[in-house]
């Protein structure tokens, strides 16, 4: 009889089936398990022997795209497991950097400015991509100081302290 994971990944555990199945869960919150499994399979897979085949896998603008919207419609652990996936992905590969595009960073951005419980996770992957330096430029704009000067301010300690967090490593650059 086969495994749950066989099950749910196939035999193979191919990092290929794992991402198109989270890109496909990634906006269901019901899907939590499902998903949850998905990122752990992944995130062994990025530390495993095969590392550069789930890196390949991931280094492509939807796989990434899906990672953040697991942030943005999933709750609790699920969402650091997103984000660290991402930020796992963002140091190990070039090709994933290139793959930022304005899109991602506008929805890490809102992440700030819409929803104060994504300030966390979407500060985390902000200040991971301060490292490099031509991901940096399309943070280092005026509107960014702006919002997260207001995010400072925000009601919410977690989105208040990652802005803050945030702010002081884009000054130390």
């Given at each position: 009889?086969?495994s749950i994971?066989?099950l749910?990944?196939?035999?193979?555990?191919?990092p290929e089936?794992i991402?198109?199945?989270?890109?496909?869960?990634a906006d269901?919150?019901?899907?939590?398990k499902?998903v949850?499994?998905?990122?752990?399979?992944?995130?062994r897979g990025i530390?495993g022997?095969?590392?550069?085949l789930?890196?390949g896998?991931l280094?492509?603008?939807?796989r990434?795209?899906?990672?953040i919207r697991v942030?943005?419609?999933?709750?609790g652990?699920v969402k650091r497991?997103?984000?660290d996936i991402?930020?796992?992905?963002?140091?190990r590969?070039e090709?994933?950097?290139r793959?930022?595009?304005?899109?991602?960073?506008d929805?890490?951005?809102s992440g700030?400015?819409t929803?104060?419980?994504?300030?966390?996770?979407?500060?985390?992957?902000?200040?991971?991509?301060?490292?490099y330096?031509?991901?940096s430029?399309?943070?280092?704009?005026?509107?960014?100081?702006i919002i997260?000067?207001k995010s400072m301010g925000s009601?919410s300690?977690?989105?208040a302290?990652?802005?803050f967090?945030t702010?002081?490593?884009?000054?130390?650059l």
């Amino acid at each position: 009889m086969p495994s749950i994971m066989e099950l749910l990944f196939g035999s193979s555990y191919d990092p290929e089936q794992i991402c198109h199945k989270l890109e496909l869960l990634a906006d269901d919150p019901a899907s939590k398990k499902t998903v949850e499994k998905c990122l752990q399979r992944l995130k062994r897979g990025i530390s495993g022997e095969d590392a550069s085949l789930f890196i390949g896998a991931l280094s492509q603008p939807h796989r990434l795209e899906a990672l953040i919207r697991v942030v943005y419609n999933q709750d609790g652990e699920v969402k650091r497991m997103a984000s660290d996936i991402f930020t796992l992905v963002i140091q190990r590969s070039e090709l994933a950097r290139r793959a930022i595009n304005k899109r991602l960073i506008d929805l890490m951005i809102s992440g700030y400015t819409t929803r104060h419980d994504l300030a966390v996770y979407c500060g985390q992957i902000i200040r991971e991509l301060f490292h490099y330096q031509e991901l940096s430029v399309c943070l280092t704009q005026p509107f960014f100081f702006i919002i997260l000067l207001k995010s400072m301010g925000s009601d919410s300690f977690d989105a208040a302290s990652d802005a803050f967090e945030t702010m002081s490593v884009l000054v130390f650059l």
